[in-house]
């Protein structure tokens, strides 16, 4: 069993905003967003930035919509100053993949992955479970979702859990 990294408070689970349809003979991988995504993306950063949402660490996959994603996440929170990685293995990636990118990040307190459904909402169910899904999202996670975990330490246990605390949508 993977287990997230313990230097990690707060995940922000970020689903690329709203593609265009692939033109003729485009790869799917070089999608760009939609008008509409467009506006999504400023729409969530603009709220994550009013609730002070702020990741130490940003990940996102390499591909167009996730990179045209991040740049409205560094624009609205004002995030030059935020290490901004891109992984190519998030770009289909499966579960596996983003929970051993999770587990690998060990060197800030919060995290910002930016990927793909429907392994973004895979990784939110690993991590809290199905009934806190469909609490939050019971129609599926929309583009341009921002889930918000915070790490909960049971005081009966001591095992780490994760728990949604908000989610932002356009």
């Not at 905003?17 to 969530?44: C, H, I, M, T």
């Not at 190519?88 to 690998?104: F, H, P, R, T, W």
Request: charged share 20%.
């Amino acid at each position: 069993m993977i287990v997230v990294s313990s230097s990690l408070s707060r995940i922000y689970l970020l689903r690329h905003a709203e593609s265009g349809w692939p033109e003729n003979g485009q790869k799917d991988f070089d999608r760009s967003l939609s008008d509409a995504g467009y506006a999504q993306a400023e729409v969530v950063m603009d709220q994550a930035a009013d609730r002070n949402y702020r990741p130490d660490l940003v990940l996102c996959s390499t591909a167009v919509r996730c990179r045209q994603t991040a740049e409205a996440v560094r624009r609205t929170l004002c995030a030059e100053d935020i290490p901004l990685r891109y992984i190519d293995q998030l770009y289909n990636g499966a579960l596996k993949v983003y929970l051993e990118i999770l587990s690998a990040t060990d060197t800030a307190s919060s995290v910002m992955l930016i990927g793909h459904n429907p392994t973004i909402s895979e990784t939110l169910e690993t991590l809290v479970g199905a009934d806190q899904v469909a609490a939050v999202i019971a129609q599926g996670y929309p583009p341009c979702g921002l889930a918000v975990l915070e790490r909960n330490i049971d005081a009966s246990t001591t095992k780490p859990d994760w728990r949604v605390i908000d989610f932002l949508q356009a």
